[in-house]
């Protein structure tokens, strides 16, 4: 059974920084992509940032780009978002994701949930201005 398990959560005020994990377990590790969605109040779920297992490669949104970065540790099964200069607008809970690859580049794979179908419990994010 596929686990996700994400932390690093918590408040911090804007223009901050915050580091995510996610542990995943229950598969080999290198066989899924792995990514980090979000969700804020009355909006739909939407990807922040993916990992391709195929090329390494990454993803990252439009809003992610120049302030998050995702990586990776093969050696924990660990996937992190390092969000820095965040904005009141980057509040919202952040999931983890992880699915077989899709045949589909990572970007498009990233640009849907119905992409992913492992899912972690999510860790809430909250930027107070």
């Known amino acids: 059974e596929v686990q996700l398990v994400e932390s690093g959560g918590g408040v911090v005020q804007a223009g901050g920084s915050l580091r995510l994990s996610c542990t995943a377990s229950?598969?080999?590790?290198?066989?899924?992509?792995i990514g980090w969605f979000r969700q804020a109040p009355g909006k739909q779920r939407e990807g922040v940032s993916c990992?391709?297992?195929?090329?390494?490669?990454?993803y990252l949104s439009d809003f992610a780009m120049g302030r998050f970065t995702i990586s990776v540790d093969h050696s924990k099964n660990t996937v992190y978002l390092e969000m820095s200069d965040v904005e009141p607008e980057d509040t919202a809970i952040y999931y983890c994701?992880?699915?077989?690859?899709?045949?589909?580049?990572?970007?498009?794979?990233?640009?849907?949930?119905?992409?992913?179908?492992?899912w972690g419990q999510g860790t809430q994010v909250t930027v107070s201005s």
């Open positions: 990992y391709s297992v195929e090329d390494n490669s990454t």
């Open positions: 994701a992880a699915d077989l690859p899709p045949l589909k580049t990572i970007g498009d794979a990233c640009e849907s949930v119905a992409n992913f179908g492992s």
């Open positions: 229950g598969y080999t590790f290198d066989d899924y992509h």
